[in-house]
């Protein structure tokens, strides 16, 4: 694979933005390399600026679940940009996908849209803060809720200590108020209620984590998790900014059979537009402004072009249910296929999967939590990760991040895939 062209792209973009790009994942820091500049894509496929074909298990982070350039949204879209873009006034068709929205989604009866899923999240916890008058949340090490301030926090010194701050320009008044508890360790998270009685508005939860790579909760965890929040009169709040309409009409509620108080939503709902959105039942969205005193708001909140787009995902996939199952196929037989060669060549991995969710880490230990995930191999991630975008696969360039399967994907280029990986294996045996 040649990319002159990207490599020249990345040169001058590096000189007017930072880094070069508007989102550092896409920068490459994790991986090494420059990264690919794509030109356009069409289904399961990416052609970069220097004209190669690339198959494609990011589909923009998660939106693009029906393959890129799916006609009926960009023939809605392309409609809908006719009549104007935005007018900063309601219109119709926000009402049209909130009642779909509700009507796909379980324990939620309105719904708010704001513009990415960092919004969604950073107004969900302000929402629980002002239903409970209390100021105090946990997240987990590890879940990813966007980058606004009370979610860029490590874990404090100890254990049931409030957190810091990992990024520059996060206050330390802020991370008083952000508590790290283990995914999966249930312990960890009694422990920070004990020592927090009766200050914690919210806990807020990937279900199915997708920022450590793909990490499934234990029944038992996320059981108790949801017995702990009813008992300590503390908000659940569902992160489904990942999960939301790609595992199953009802997203993580629906297949975990866990009801919680405040769900968050982005990428498949804007159908590849800028749309995030929060929900929850009625008593608790009555505390969000104009009803109720709880501010938020947003210029191109709902906007009918990114509605429209949302629209169009979301009936597809509501009329058509069998795409998730279609889905969890595919994605099986990835998995079956990856877990064959790596298995054969005795090279350690994990491989964990839930839904359309997948994630390979190089390891021998099982990947339950942050700190396991961080125990992969990381130069033999870079090297599987290049030596598959030179095959003409594009993985997520990271180590703690899922793929994300399209329904464009054809069994045929699943089978190109787990070649790819047989080609590759032989550089991933440890010296
Ligand atoms: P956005 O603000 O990027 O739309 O959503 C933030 C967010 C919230 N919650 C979850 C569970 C998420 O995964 C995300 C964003 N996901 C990352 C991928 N791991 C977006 C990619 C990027 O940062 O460029």
Known sequence: MIYKRSSALFTEATQYIPGGVNSPVRAFKAVGGTPIFVKEAKGAYLYDEDGNQLIDYIASWGPLILGHAYEPVIDAVVEKAKKGTSFGMPTAIETELAKLAVSMVPNIDKIRFVNSGTEACMSAVRLARGFTGKDKIIKFAGCYHGHSDSFLIQAGSGAVTFGSPNSPGVTQGTAKDTLLAVYNDLNSVSELIAANKGEIAAIIIEPIAGNMGCIIPTPAFMQG???????????????????????????????????????????????????????????????????????????????????????????????????????????????????????????????????????????????????????????????????????????????????????????????????????????????
């Open 225 to 431: 998790l949801r017995a702990l929040c009813t008992e300590n009169d503390i908000l659940l709040i569902f992160d489904e900014v990942m999960t939301g309409f790609r595992l199953a009409r009802g997203g993580a509620q629906e297949v975990l059979g866990i009801a919680a108080d405040i769900v968050t939503f982005g990428k498949v709902i804007g159908g590849g537009l800028p749309v995030g959105a929060f929900a929850a039942r009625a008593e608790i969205m009555a505390h969000l402004a104009p009803e109720g005193p709880v501010y938020q708001a947003g210029t191109l909140s709902g906007n009918p072009l990114a509605m429209s787009a949302g629209l169009a995902m979301l009936t597809t996939l509501n009329t058509n249910p069998e795409i998730f199952k279609r889905l969890e196929e595919k994605t099986e037989y990835l998995h079956k296929g990856i877990a064959e060669v790596l298995e054969a060549k005795n090279i350690p991995h994990q491989i964990n999967r839930y839904g359309s969710m997948i994630s390979v880490h190089f390891t021998e230990h099982p990947v339950v939590d942050f700190t396991s995930a961080a125990e992969g191999n990381n130069e033999t991630f870079k090297r599987y990760f290049h030596g598959m975008l030179a095959a003409g696969i594009y993985l997520p360039p990271s180590a703690f991040e899922s793929y994300f399967l399209n329904d464009a994907l054809s069994y045929e280029d699943l089978d190109n895939t787990i070649k790819a990986v047989t080609l590759v294996s032989e550089s991933l045996i440890s010296e």
